[in-house]
């Protein structure tokens, strides 16, 4: 990852690093951030957080104080729900406000917010926010050290949802250590308080991640499935 900023006021200053997990925001917003050990300081917050192929995937928006390496960006999902006016800037306190007062329907209805797979047995955390609806993957914590996460954003398209699943998968063994990213697209064709139910174009079961050169021994495909709420 590479933040881009103007830190102490020197104008398109670039640091690299590499996101150490996706976690809920340490500030006590209700949504999450991504921490990476990119370098911050002031003059880096409100500048984009840049993955390997160029694309802004955050908004770097705090930094511990008296720490090294623990920088946080606001999800770029997040970011592009709460933009409904492109002319209209937005401080970082405000766009923190908006996404915390963001009404959240699992909240105010009977949506339950944990969520679980039939077809992997995977549990999701959900969350609607306006028109779109955000999920992750529940992983372990071994898992989040490596720099693996799943992360679902898709948005309102005429009776259902369509977006992209952003994957990534970290290896470290004998033989290899890497991560690997994916992003493949996802629908939910269909959404209720006791069942969502769609697809995604993924490689198909059985397939293996050659973890130095990134791709699936098998190649992708549509594979419906279903999600239940988690008992």
Do not use: H
């Not at 999800?75 to 492109?86: A, D, F, K």
Request: hydrophobic share 35%.
């Amino acid at each position: 990852m590479i933040a881009v900023g103007s830190p102490q006021g020197l104008q398109g200053t670039v640091t690299a690093g590499v996101v150490s997990a996706v976690r809920e925001d340490p500030g006590g917003g209700d949504f999450k951030v991504i921490q990476t050990d990119a370098a911050a300081n002031p003059g880096n917050s409100g500048g984009p957080l840049v993955n390997s192929r160029g694309q802004v995937v955050g908004v770097v928006s705090a930094k511990f104080r008296g720490s090294e390496g623990l920088t946080f960006a606001v999800p770029i999902n997040y970011v592009r729900g709460i933009m409904n006016n492109l002319q209209k800037p937005m401080t970082l306190d405000a766009m923190r406000a908006s996404l915390a007062g963001t009404p959240d329907v699992f909240k105010s209805s009977s949506y339950p917010r944990m969520w679980k797979s039939l077809l992997t047995g995977a549990t999701m955390s959900l969350r609607f926010q306006g028109e779109y609806i955000y999920a992750e993957v529940v992983i372990s914590k071994e898992e989040r050290k490596l720099g693996s996460f799943a992360l679902y954003e898709l948005r309102k398209q005429g009776s259902g949802y369509s977006g992209v699943l952003r994957q990534s998968v970290g290896f470290d063994t004998n033989f290899c250590t890497n991560i690997c990213s994916f992003e493949k697209p996802v629908e939910f064709t269909s959404v209720d308080a006791d069942r969502i139910e769609g697809r995604y174009y993924y490689p198909l079961p059985g397939a293996r991640v050659d973890c130095k050169k990134c791709r699936s021994s098998k190649p992708d495909g549509w594979q419906k499935f279903t999600w239940i709420p988690q008992q």
